[in-house]
């Protein structure tokens, strides 16, 4: 369109008052944006001095809880089960009946055995009745020696046979006895297999008894360990059952060969269980101290973080998080053990340590 002029102008003066207009209401000042911007690239953090803390040396293990005595429970003869007189859990007596098997036939047999023994003793009885006569009757030369010399033999055989009824009568009362089972040790009901009606092999298990007033913590010691560890030495056992108790044990037992299966020696670990809180087949961590305490250069667990499989802290240096890459060594309580990569009294970052980048700029806040 002609006499058209472009209103440059608008432009410069619409600026001018958008600033003037955030100006008057606080929205900005001077310098705010800036200080906005480098204000949102600083992270507040807490730092700590890493630290000499006493380290003691132990040697930290697994293994599983077994009973000081754990009897396999059978039976002496074969037969059908009439009773089960206990379940598993129970506590019993050395001596306690377990397990009673049919005894009918040999209820009969004990029987059977005693007459037989009253035959033979009245036999024995009438045959020495006889030879003491011919005793006399000899004496007196009423008889020959060879008569004699006959009852003499009837005594002896009826002697034998008297010995030989007692003996099956004391076979047959064993073996009626042996219809009874009972319990070897005093302990624990476990692992009870028998069933009412069941025929049962001589020899074949019908449960377990396990004496578990006391205890052992069972482990394996490698041979590189051989040498810290001995009997007599104390040991701390742990359980997932019971995270906030320590057992204290004793290592009573060490394997003086080596299983051949894994090359590690059997050791076991004596503890006092009169509450009977560990039972047998318990999964347990079993820490032995073998040394003296000795100071050790830790950080507290928060400063640390794992990248691609390595470890690494922040250290404070002129306002700047500086990444250190750190091997460490034991949890010591709520600090790390630190072999290399720091200094003493270095200071580490121990806050919002996840949201850092090496060089970020910090700013230290209250612990």
């Known amino acids: 369109m002609k006499g058209f002029k472009p209103k440059y102008w608008i432009m410069p003066v619409a600026l001018a008052v958008a600033v003037t207009t955030a100006a008057q209401m606080g929205i900005l000042t001077p310098g705010k944006a800036q200080k906005q911007a480098v204000s949102a690239n600083i992270t507040s953090v807490t730092v700590e001095n890493a630290q000499m803390v006493n380290k003691v040396p132990k040697l930290s293990l697994t293994g599983s809880v077994e009973g000081e005595t754990s009897a396999i429970i059978s039976a002496k003869i074969a037969g059908r089960i009439e009773q089960i007189l206990v379940e598993d859990g129970q506590p019993v007596s050395a001596g306690q009946p377990l397990v009673r098997l049919e005894s009918v036939e040999l209820a009969n047999a004990v029987r059977s055995s005693s007459d037989a023994v009253q035959r033979a003793m009245a036999n024995y009885e009438n045959v020495e009745a006889d030879y003491r006569r011919y005793q006399a009757l000899y004496a007196q030369n009423a008889i020959s020696k060879q008569t004699l010399d006959g009852a003499e033999t009837k005594l002896k055989v009826a002697q034998a046979d008297l010995s030989t009824a007692k003996a099956a009568l004391s076979t047959a009362e064993q073996q009626y006895d042996y219809s009874v089972v009972t319990a070897p040790v005093s302990g624990v009901v476990a692992n009870r297999a028998a069933v009412i009606g069941q025929v049962v092999a001589a020899g074949g298990p019908l449960m377990s008894v396990e004496s578990i007033g006391e205890v052992y913590a069972v482990v394996n ?44 020696y059997r050791t076991k670990i004596k503890i006092d269980n009169r509450e009977n809180l560990l039972k047998p087949g318990m999964f347990v961590k079993v820490s032995i101290v073998t040394g003296q305490p000795v100071p050790v250069l830790a950080v507290p667990q928060a400063a640390i973080f794992q990248k ?60």
């Open 221 to 264: 010691i490698e041979q590189k360990d051989l040498g810290v560890v001995k009997p007599g030495m104390a040991a701390e056992i742990t359980v997932d059952a019971y995270p906030d108790k320590v057992f204290a044990g004793t290592i009573e037992i060490m394997n003086p060969a080596a299983a051949v299966a894994n090359r590690m």
């Open 308 to 367: 691609q499989g390595l470890y690494y802290v922040y250290v404070l240096e002129n306002g700047k998080a500086a990444r250190r890459q750190v091997e460490i060594g034991s949890v010591l309580g709520d600090f790390i053990e630190i072999k290399t990569g720091l200094a003493d009294q270095a200071q580490v970052i121990t806050s919002n340590v996840n949201k850092l980048k090496d060089g970020d700029t910090v700013q230290v806040g209250k612990l």
